[in-house]
């Protein structure tokens, strides 16, 4: 069924857990994220990145995830992801997306703040949860050093704790995405979490929080990071890198065997790869609740 932004994260609150964001750029994806939460009887949200244009167009994934997404027996919400222009965030609610992210981060505090209010009037006039973000995570969605290793010391910053509640309060924002560490993109060491910020965060906002660049990140402190207050967790790169490393040992074999790989082989492998791991970081986000759809 097609819920909400806040509606799932209601769900995520009242069982103190996060509800997965898959970025979904083609069918595999969308089908894997929903198949597998429907297995493991879990809400959880698919993504649609304005920085994945490029691989799918928003016109045309869009109304397959949303169609999906209706006809689930699982919670599931239509997201857009990093969203940079309001004009694009337009289309996506006319499509009929349930949620969505207005990414000002890069922007001076001042105008991330008008146009975050802007996005929220958007949003709620479509009935759409709206999520933005306050902090950096260093390298961008898609964009300049998001294919580069991660060495956990770049330059992400912190969102001020003091800072997030004014920014909630002056732009509506229903959930918000906060810098305590992460960053997007492969780390090629460990990721350097600020649990300390985290708690502090959420205890001046009571607000749902969201953690972007999870990738390198250990089962053990997702779990700390949901005990802290985390209620969305975005998670793509190394879904991404599983699904494309599963493809290329699968067109090895074959080539090896004799045989020609075929463009069916390939998609089937990747979904099936998708289920596998999506499954694995599902159960890790429910953070020991059972089955809540």
Known sequence: MLVNLKDITA??????????????PNLETVRAAIDTAEK????????????????????????????LAE????????????CEHLSYMRRALELGFTGAMFDGSTLPYERNVEL????AEMCHNYDCGLECELGSMGAREMGAGHENENDGEGPAIYTDPD???????????????VSFGTSHGLYKGEPHLSFDV???????????????GGSGVSDEDYHKAIDAGIRKVNYFTYGSKFAGERVAKVVDD??????????????????????????????????GAGPVA
Not at 168 to 176: E, S
Not at 199 to 211: A, D, G, N, W
Not at 254 to 283: D, I, Q, W
């Open 11 to 24: 769900i995520a609150e009242q069982n103190n857990m996060a509800i997965g964001a898959f970025n979904a």
């Open 40 to 67: 493991l009887g879990l809400p959880v949200i698919i993504d649609h990145a304005e920085g994945h244009e490029g691989i799918t167009p928003l016109d045309v994934i869009g109304p397959v995830m949303v169609a």
């Open 71 to 82: 006809r689930s027996s699982a919670p599931v919400c239509v997201h857009l992801d990093h």
């Open 116 to 119: 975050g209010h802007r996005a």
């Open 163 to 177: 800072q997030a509640n004014e920014f909630i309060d002056a732009t509506g924002t229903d959930i918000l995405a």
């Open 198 to 212: 985290l708690r502090q965060i959420r205890e001046r906002t009571l607000t749902p929080l969201v953690m972007h």
């Open 254 to 287: 074959l080539r090896t065997a004799g045989s020609v790989p075929y463009y069916h082989n390939v998609t089937v492998a990747a979904y099936e790869e998708l289920c596998k791991t999506f499954e694995h970081v599902m159960g890790v986000f429910a953070n």
